[in-house]
């Protein structure tokens, strides 16, 4: 063969290559996206079809504007054009180029109907600098999720409400059918109305210890403000317990139909009524549930942007726009609203993690954008490194405490328990005795 005839037959055999190794490529993309959400904090969407297993794939608020980084594309061209290798789009809000690596936390939120707004898109790219910094892969759903059974509002409020608990406990459920050391350990909920003030503070400092034997059931972690639990921020860890939780969450609208009709809220009524009613289905339980649930201090992923929800007068707070007297500094310094400047537990201060918009539906952009524009600028009394060797203290020092406590009361419902066992076993017994009693009698007779 020639030197010119093999030149000549050159392009054609630069076609087949290259045509061959695009379909290996293809294969091998295919493959590898598999299992790509393994080692990245992102969930993986191939064109619009998720390709791991469930929860389905969150979605992001930041599609508007889409990351040019979180992509891989592939438009080479040559002379023969091989089929399409798929498209694969990261849809959470953790970037696959993320310094950290995944993290055992992992965060979900739901955006649907008025949540999907501008000011919630910018709130969740506060989220985002949290998740790259710390590796948490952040679950978003914002399509409704459930039927008029459950989302049968008889306020007429907005319905999405409980797709809240349902996408919950399919990441729940997910997890569970992994391997134990493939699962995540907690989950982390946040309300689409609350903004990450503090990006340095890793949400790993506030879980239980693991080594502390009086803890070791405790899956709930919610704090409380003036209206009680309020669920717009918890963590819950993936066990069996927390999946039964959530699901008498989600069917609290079709068990207490009557007292939802007139609850002032949806699932946090459900969380209020479950973990504190003594009607409550866990109020049979040992310790009436509490060895599973901690009540924690509101700020320390919960706090809210005002120091009282009413005025003097009694007017609600969030029922007009934020004013520049109400736009908080994060000190003790507090706004006359017609109290006594006593600063209370939930109101944030400077170094805080989270800012939560609770009720300011109504006015949420006036309350919401001044926040926003603060966390977007992380001036460095907002958003800083040294809050957390604080807050490592703080934390350390509660749960030492609640780990004591527990060990007490976990012992004595051991003893309250038994007695009631035995109590139980006394009475079948003498119960059994009178009837054979009686019978004997009856033969006598």
Known sequence: MTLHSLYLQRPAKVVTVLAILAFVWLWLGTVHSVSLSGFSNSHVNVDDTDITPPPPPPTTPEQAQPNLDSKVDSDAETDVTPPSPPKIEFTTTGSPDSKAPPAKIAKISVTTNKLNAPVIDRAFLTHTRHNERHG??????????????????????????????????????????????????????????????????????????????????????????WDGLNSGVFALRVAPWSVSFISAVLAYPIYETARQATDRFRDQSAFQFLLKHKESPLADSPMAGHDHWVEVPIRWFNSLPVNNAFYGNGTWVFGKNMTECLFDKGTMEVCDDGHDGKVNAWKIMQGDLCVHFAGSSGVRDSWMEPWVDRAEAELPEWANATTKDRLAVEVKEFWDTTNDKMKVDIAKSKIEEAEKKEAREKAEKEKKEKEEQEKKEKETR
């Open 136 to 225: 948490y892969t952040h679950y978003i759903a914002k399509y409704q999720a459930v039927s008029d059974l459950i989302e049968h509002d008889r306020q007429h409020r907005a319905a999405g409400a409980w797709t809240k608990p349902a996408y919950i406990l399919s990441i729940l459920v997910a997890e569970l059918e992994k391997p134990p050391e493939e699962r995540l350990k907690w989950l982390f909920w946040f309300d689409a109305d609350t903004a990450i003030m503090n990006p340095y503070t890793p949400l790993e400092i506030f879980t239980p210890p693991d080594d502390a034997e009086g803890l070791k059931n405790v899956d709930l972690l919610i704090a409380s403000n």
